[in-house]
């Protein structure tokens, strides 16, 4: 399982929800959540975190705690 965060760097930009919108959506202020945390592994979590423009997606392993390369 994975935890996700999404920080105060978030602009808002929707890459996230547009590519992953079983995982993230943007909230009432503009700016994204993820929609459920912990989630299972998935591709989809990495590409959003890979293409958010603020770097503001975090992905770790909800176990250890280790950040999960993207």
């Known amino acids: 399982m994975w935890n996700v965060e999404v920080s105060s760097e978030c602009i808002g930009s929707g890459v996230c ?6 995982h ?3 909230g009432a ?3 994204s959540r993820p929609l459920a945390t912990p989630v299972d592994p ?3 979590v990495l590409g959003a975190a890979a ?4 770097e ?3 992905v770790s392993d909800a176990g250890t705690g280790v950040p999960v390369p993207f």
């Open 17 to 22: 929800a547009g590519s992953a919108p079983r």
């Open 24 to 26: 993230f959506a943007l």
């Open 29 to 31: 202020d503009g700016r």
């Open 42 to 44: 998935d591709d989809a």
């Open 51 to 54: 293409s958010c423009p603020m």
């Open 56 to 58: 503001a997606i975090g």
